[in-house]
Structure formats: structure tokens, C-alpha cells
């Protein structure tokens, strides 16, 4: 290793362990890595680069062709998300809401310094992700909508997971037959 490699590397560790110390006793946090088979038609899109009527054009749609071309094959059919849960513990709403907010915007900002793109998740966001985990071999997109809740009777868990509860009770029915 060179000089500015272990430089780089050191500048990168360094800079990974300042943010796991950004975390105090009182925020819990949780990495997950998530590995998921990518909807070809869906995965298909987010390949596109976008014609920009320039002199680059050719190379944008000979680089989507091979894109393509690795999708058809199966080579990066799985789309790789790390994520970042945390949480505090809190008296009610009214006073983890403040706390959580700033935590989120010092952490997109740590991110930022690190040179890493983060978002944060909304509540569907969330639980669309979770209804892709449950129904991982299914391909089915997710119907939800917040106003449904109330006039239906029904929790944001029947939603997601609904049919691999459905699958573990016929399962479970079936052994005691």
C-alpha cells in the first residue's frame, strides 16, 4: 500500500468512526444491509440514462444497451440498500419528534462529509420497503394508503405482511391435519 492509499484509508476509517461516536447511550441505531431481487421492469427503468441532445448521446445508449443486456443475463439483479434505523426513548410524541428530527438532519450530514448519498424514509416509504422484504419472491406492489385505516378497521400490518401470516396459519392447519 502507497503512501496516499493509507492515508486514504485512515482518512476513511476515521472519518466512519466519528460518526458511529455522533452516537450517544441515548440513541439506539441498527445497520441493516438488505440484498433484494430487482423487478425487472421496474429495475429496467431506473437504467435509462435519458438522451440529452448532445455529442454524448451515443455513449448514453450504448451504456444503457449494456446495461440491459447485464439485466437480461440475470448480472446485477439484485438491488443492494444498506439502512440506517434509530430511535430514543421518549415521555410521548411532542418530545421525540424535535430530537428525532435533529438526529436525522446531523446524520444526513454526516453522511454528506463522508461523501455518501442518504435519504430518509417517510412512513410508506417504510412500510413498502417492509411489504417487499415479507413478499420478497412475489413482485407485487404495494396498495396502501393512509386513509384507508380508519374506514377499513385494519393496522398498517395487514398491509405489509397479510399474506405470509395467511401462508404460516395454512401451514401451521395443515401439520396438525
Not at 50 to 68: S, V
Not at 89 to 112: M, Y
Not at 131 to 153: A, C, K, Q, R, Y
Request: proline residues 2%; hydrophobic residues 35%; negative net charge.
Amino acid at each position: 500500500m502507497d503512501h496516499c492509499d493509507y492515508h486514504c484509508c485512515t482518512n476513511i476509517f476515521e472519518g466512519w468512526c466519528d460518526f458511529l461516536n455522533y452516537f450517544d447511550s441515548s440513541v439506539k441505531f441498527q445497520l441493516s444491509f438488505m440484498n433484494m431481487a430487482a423487478n425487472k421492469d421496474t429495475y429496467g427503468q431506473s437504467i435509462e440514462i435519458p438522451t440529452q441532445g448532445d455529442d454524448f448521446d451515443n455513449i448514453r445508449e450504448e451504456y444503457t444497451d449494456m446495461l440491459r443486456s447485464q439485466l437480461a443475463r440475470g448480472n446485477n439483479g439484485l438491488i443492494k440498500t444498506k439502512y440506517l434505523t434509530f430511535g430514543i426513548e421518549a415521555a410521548n410524541v411532542r418530545e421525540a419528534k424535535p430530537r428525532l428530527d435533529r438526529i436525522e438532519t446531523d446524520l444526513l450530514n454526516n453522511f454528506k462529509r463522508l461523501g455518501v448519498a442518504a435519504e430518509p424514509l417517510n412512513g410508506k416509504q417504510r412500510l413498502t420497503l417492509m411489504h417487499g422484504m415479507f413478499h420478497i419472491d412475489e413482485h407485487t406492489d404495494f396498495n396502501f394508503e393512509w386513509e384507508w385505516l380508519v374506514p377499513s378497521g385494519l393496522s398498517v400490518k395487514d398491509f405489509t405482511i397479510y399474506a405470509v401470516l395467511n401462508l404460516l396459519w395454512l401451514s401451521t392447519t395443515q401439520q396438525q391435519l
